[in-house]
């Protein structure tokens, strides 16, 4: 047995071994590529056109620490790698593709400000599309902040407003004999209105007006100031969609006709001699950097997603849309604990969650501050009901004019489907010990106790929310109640109401930073990113458990830094989960 057993465990060992060894053989491989490649340098172009594709739904940020392959760019990595390639004198200019409807107005808002930037540097944009597919005026107003914008021959321009609908389950809930029990705080708080109500609500319909037309003002203002058209001339024009491209010229929408390879080439025409097209992927992972920048140190914390609970556990090749409290929460106090980090900016994209967990990270956020570190919120296009709860206690808060915003209020509850399971010849039963131990069962509906204790902790919370903003933004409680109750604001109407600060980009939030941490507004800053990202070999390290080995070969990470990319999901379930949430609308970007 004894002599078995040597056999047995010889054979594991050398299986161990090899594994070990082919391992360290790829690692060894990939260092040696790596010095290769830096011994050659980045190998880019002496003339460059950077190319970015807007053609898809884009993730506002990303938290993911490194994906085999990359990931598709995020609104701060154009934001964050443009202001990186103005100070590349290689980089001559950008050409992008647009068009699909994939860019809502508030995301158009931020990326323009990156593209006048960018400008401002001296360089060019280009934009291309190859029809405005979307009656939505997000792609448009994106690429109005360009010199010059392209369409193909021939195409469909449909940009013409704002608009959305919602589908109300309640009717077919009564059919299949389930109970909707859902409470909320206040009648503008409208998330869990299609299992409740079989149609529209007057108070969701009148916040989704006023919303929609804020929306379509702030859109037409930005694209006619860019454009140089009257505000009238532009609203005609809309109004004459969907047109082709040809009568999109005549209106002075577009500017020149043609496919996308004839604006390519207009561009790297423009770029001179030698010039070439780079992505700004491949530009991005070429420079492979933990920060952005140079100068004193300002933290970017990244929070996009719904809020959760817990630790996000992701692995090497998650990409999960979610903001952590465990995560979120240790990002800002590492970023507190940085004696080099003089300032915290907050990038938040939510449409909000766990209350327990925006709790958590406002603490963070609070001690952050009481260390002596402002905390400026820099806002995507949405950050309402839990994704406003972690903002507001920030120094100062910046908006886009059409960033979704607000919704300070709650909900809670459950359906039940117990008798709906008998339709189809199911049963289920129960066994409990405690009086309520079976309260958020989905087998039955709350009894009269149960909802007056459900309804009870729903006005707790909403009572503790609407404290915490009087407190945050030194409002007086009583104009709290009256702009809260559920209700959602455009950037443009929370900040005349006092929910926000001021009305710009990213670029305005870090203007702030610096000023309130006392960095003259001239000089340049390195931008921080928290969560920390991790490049291949630290990724490796916590996939081992961070043995010997892994250690010294950590040592070279700086050589295979990945891009700061991830993919990531603007929409949550609107499914009631029997407990307290933040959470807003499935609101029409």
Known sequence: MVAFLRWAGSIVGGTLNGIIKVFLAIVLLVIVLALIAMARGDRLPKAMVLAIDLRHNMADSSTTKFTLGGRPLTVMDIVLGLDAAERDTR???????????????????????????????????????????????????????????????????????????????????????????????????????????????????????????????????????????????????????PQFTEAAV?????????????????????????????????????????????????????????????????????????????????????????????????????????????????????????????VVVSMGGLAASGGYYISLSANKIVAHPATITGSIGVLTGKVSIGNTLGLIGVKGEMVGVGKNALMNSELQPYTPEQWAAVNAEADTIYADFTQKVADGRKLPLAKVHDIARGRVWTGADAAERGLVDKLGSFWDAADFAKRLSGIPQGDRVTFELYPRQKGFFETVHDWFGGSDDVEAIENFKTLMTSPIVSKTAHAVSQAPRAAIELRAANLPE
Request: hydrophobic fraction near 45%; avoid cysteine; charged fraction near 25%.
């Open 91 to 241: 980089v001559k200019g950008l050409f992008v593709r647009l068009g699909a409807g994939s860019v809502s107005v508030a995301e158009a808002e931020e990326l323009g400000a990156a593209f006048r930037k960018f400008r401002a540097s001296g360089k060019f944009v280009i934009a291309h599309a190859q029809g405005f597919d979307g009656s939505g005026l997000g792609d448009y107003v994106a690429a109005a902040a360009a010199d010059q914008i392209w369409m193909q021959p021939k195409s469909t321009f449909a940009a013409s407003g704002v608009g959305g609908g919602e589908i109300f389950l309640r009717g077919l809930l009564d059919k299949i004999k389930a109970e909707p029990q859902i409470a909320k705080r206040a009648e503008y708080k409208s998330a869990a209105d299609m299992f409740m109500e079989s149609g529209m609500s007057k108070a969701d319909r009148e916040q989704l007006e006023k919303l929609m037309n804020s929306t379509y003002d702030a859109a037409v203002d930005e694209a006619a100031k860019e454009r140089k058209l009257s505000h009238q001339a532009l609203v005609a024009a809309f109004e004459a969609s």
């Open 250 to 374: 005549a209106k002075k929408l577009v500017d020149r006709i043609g496919f996308d390879d004839d604006a390519l080439g207009a561009a790297i025409g423009r770029a001179g001699d030698g010039g070439e097209a780079v992505t700004l992927s491949q530009f991005l992972g070429s420079k492979g950097p933990a920060s952005y920048g140079s100068g004193p140190h300002i933290a970017l914390v990244e929070a996009a997603g719904e809020i959760v609970e817990g630790s996000a556990n992701a692995g090497p090749f998650d990409n999960k849309s979610i903001i952590a409290g465990d995560d979120m929460a240790r990002a800002i106090r590492q970023a507190t604990a940085d004696k080099d980090v003089k300032a915290i900016i907050l990038r938040v994209d939510s449409p909000g969650g766990s209350v327990a967990a925006s709790d958590q990270i406002l603490d963070a956020v609070k001690k952050a501050q009481a260390s002596g570190k402002p």
